[in-house]
């Protein structure tokens, strides 16, 4: 799942740019989680509570008719006062010069208004080919018959001898094949493999000790990490 929070210059700008969303979503299945706030306190009061988000997609200005947080502001705090930098902040502006201000806060894009469809689905089609494995897709053989997952779905492959389990977000799936085989595939890239029978969705990975990592989902799992993937475990994890 990726979480987007959406802050247009007006509220029809905001439902502009959440329907273009919505659009490339139902075209590649990607599972987008997108919630739109009339200004920028809304969002702020959201980090407060601890609530982070994979994009922000913010006008620079001031949106909404009480607002008293403009959008550059805004990205100041979340860079500055919630420490925040993996979230991928995305400028929108009437002015091109405001790229110069804006560019402090490390965005990964600038859209000039009007807002056009293209421009915001060639920004998202952007961040997720840059995320890999949220946008590739795994294909396998199930009961004689081709089925394909979203990878972003899976949080971790078991293997099993000659069989193999695909833990996903919502259900257990049981094929023949081998890690060492699926492994290769470039969809599994941002994989880390912290065991022989296990590949863990660095995504998904709550809390990591020298043995051990955390997997949630609808229930919190402990994996083994083997004595000799621990440094190699160590070393993913913090350039993630």
Known sequence: MIKIAVIGKNI?????????LVDY???NSIDLKISCFEK???LDAEYSDFNRFDMIILYVGYSGYDSSLSGIELAGRIRNFYGDEKAELVFVSDEAGDACDAIRFRPFDFILTPVTPGAVLNTLDRYVKKKCGSFHRFSFI?????NIIMVSRVRYLQSMGKRLII???NDNIEIYGRLSEVMKQDCFSEFILIHKSYL????YIEQYSYNKVYVYGKEREELPVSRNRQDEVKKRLINI
């Open 12 to 20: 029809c700008d905001s439902r502009f740019i959440k329907e273009r």
């Open 200 to 203: 863990v969705n660095s995504r």
């Open 40 to 42: 920028c306190e809304t």
């Open 25 to 27: 979503d139902v075209k």
């Open 142 to 146: 199930k009961d004689r018959t081709e």
């Open 167 to 169: 833990h996903t977000v």
